[in-house]
């Protein structure tokens, strides 16, 4: 039975409303609903909802989100007599929009909380006649690279309609939408969503209270757009013998839901994306005792919760072997089991596609949707042949083909280029955080610690980084490596690391390790001579990578100049080397170099009471072994006299 309604208040607004008596009906919603306002107001309600006009629907309206409710009443009465009149399938709007009005919705989500004109509404929807067996509902965001198989792959189960809950994408999927769409392949419903509201859950009630078009169905499958549903063996794969099934199981009366289980469908870490069908990609899985529900639409409530329907008071929920289970429990762990179906759910896929999921839950963050990038490696598993669950090979032909006339739609194929186009830039969102590579590495390196392994561990050749090293860039492997070893004070791998870079690029591999790159410094002062006219500009001329000859930075002439770097955390240092301007070496021939940890304390590196000679492009930089490792975090470089202090540039190894 349903949580939150009372059986008897439904009795009688279901036979109230069936008999047409307002005053009678006025009473039941006053019954039941907190605020229902005085009796003449619920009674106007009534007598509109029985005879309504979509021009009254301004002037009764207390409120944006009840005006769209009474517009509704009366667009629904129109579907309902069209049938009628013409014997045919009305068929939806293609394009529609879920405005902000609806976001109010969400205030009103479950029946306890419901407001007169939602009652009338939902009582209304319920004489809808379903012409067809089952739709789809779907939010999706920045899914462009898998939309056209989610739509391919329920189009040839035999879904009947797809709605298309969609909003604020940056990979530019709205033109695909709209192809799609104008070509009446989905219902496209642009989802304008306010602040602080939860797109997926506004989506499912503007579904259930403002889509007249869904009720043309019996049955709605409310699901992710990366979840797949495949029927199971039990039912010869195919969604006609579900059904069969279904209503042989229950005769008497059809459950409110099948709650399919979870197939979680895992990636083995891998990386990069590339551009197969999903299920040809990733064809491991493991059981997962959540669900997700086939939804007899007659008996459902609302769907507030998501993985499970409320239902009406006479409903019951069954499992994926049809079997069922008491309505309190549907939140327990149960085995799973996939006879008559699985909701294959694709969420780890690659890393690259990870990323894309991440944003979006930075975006809900204010709803509890937030995912740390260790979630792809905790929530994942690797290969194992125990769990191998690949789909017949039939299938994924019947799906790519279904993929391909997709594609020779009108605009389609034009649409998914440019998706496809705006992956770097949506990978590139990261670099702040030194590349998705990078942040790959660190993570998978924390996942690895906290399982209790070895760092070394990782450069084993069957270890899943040491597979993905060979194709990542070799210099976001280290940075990512550094970071985590900087993060756990922890560096007895270094020496692998630093192997594995000169194997993959071995001119290039010991800059890697230099740390001071890209850093931030300072400097005493700038002159004429400056390559740049703020003190950070010109000192960021030592640290830019570039070793010319020339100078990268320049002070004035003045007593002691100095230049000095912020590694921005303390580093255990092997080396330090300084890279001279040539055509003036004798200028540094007394340098000091020196080290601290806080700006304070200040530990001399490098002085020398002699003339210093040294170079730098010529190849006779200054090298300054750090025996047993130094830490520090600042480096500063000075000149005792009264002259100017420039350097080519300056490197910082670990």
Partial sequence: MSEGLNPEHWRRLRTHWADRDVEALADALIACVRDAGDREAVEAYVRFAFTPDVER??????????RELLRNLAHVQQLQERPAAYGDYCAPVARQVATQSADALLDHNFPEDWTVAQWLNALALRETVPTRRVAVVVTMRDEGLSMLEFIAHH??????SIFVYSNDNADGSEAMLEALAAAGVITYVENQVGP???PQRKAYAHALHLLPELWRHEWVFFIDSDELFVPGASCDHHLDTLFQAVAAAHPTRLPSAVCFNWRWRTSDYRYHRDARLLQERFVYANSH????????????????QVHFPQIV?????????????PYAERWDERVPDYRFGALDHYWPKSFEEFSIKKAVSDDLAEHGWTRDFSQFFEWNAPEDVQHLQELPADW?????????????????ADARAAVEANLPALLARFDSAGGLESVYVACMIRAHRERGGDLTDLFEPESPLARYMAVLEPAAVVRGFLGEFLRERVWDALDHLKVYAAARV?????????VALGKPATQSSVSEWSRANTLAGDAAGAVDGAVTGSYGFHTGIETGPWWCVDLQAVYPVREVRLYNRLDLPERADFVVVSASVDLVQWQVLFEHPEPTRFGGADGSPLQIPLLGRVEFRFLRVSVPGNLPLHLDEVEIYV
């Fill in 57 to 66: 629907a301004a002037t009764l309206a207390t409120s944006p989100l009840e």
């Fill in 155 to 160: 189009r040839a189960l035999g879904v009947d």
């Fill in 196 to 198: 602080s509201r939860e």
């Fill in 289 to 304: 005792n959540l669900s997700k529900s086939l939804v007899r639409l007659r008996d459902v409530l609302c769907m507030g």
């Fill in 313 to 325: 008071p006479e409903g019951f929920l069954c499992d994926g072997a049809l079997r069922v289970f």
């Fill in 396 to 412: 994924v032909r019947v799906v790519r083909a279904e993929v391909e006339a997709l594609s020779a739609l009108p605009g389609v």
């Fill in 506 to 514: 071995p001119a290039a591999a010991a800059g890697f390790f230099n």
